[in-house]
């Protein structure tokens, strides 16, 4: 299973990006699929999840800004990321989940200008 993320760049603050992150490989026994971030001098956290199910998690600092979604047939997971704040500056990483273990894909850089 590998994961290839895209997406990242500069932006000013208020404005939008769109992380994408495709996995080839089976997806069977799969439980979840997520975003996590780690800005400079911090450890990584969540961002977003979305079970196999469909249930999604936020961290409460991006409620009703960001919007994690996936496509079934293109095994993709997306990161819908609206009103950006310089706080959001990180670099982003999409996991995902199985029943025996997890993959990480490589991070993608999101800077948020002031």
């Known amino acids: 299973v590998q994961l290839q993320a895209s997406g990242g760049g500069l932006v000013q603050a208020g404005g939008s990006l769109r992380l994408s992150c495709v996995v080839s490989g089976s997806m069977f026994g799969l439980t979840s699929m997520g975003w996590y971030r780690q800005a400079p001098g911090k450890q990584r956290e969540l961002v977003a999840s979305?079970?196999?199910?469909?249930?999604?998690n936020y961290a409460d600092s991006v409620k009703g800004r960001f919007t994690i979604s996936r496509d079934y047939a293109k095994n993709a997971v997306y990161l819908q990321m609206n009103r950006l704040k310089p706080e959001d500056t990180a670099v982003y990483y999409c996991k995902v989940e199985f029943t025996w273990r997890h993959y990480w894909g490589q991070g993608t850089l999101v800077t948020v200008s002031s």
């Open positions: 979305i079970s196999s199910g469909g249930t999604t």
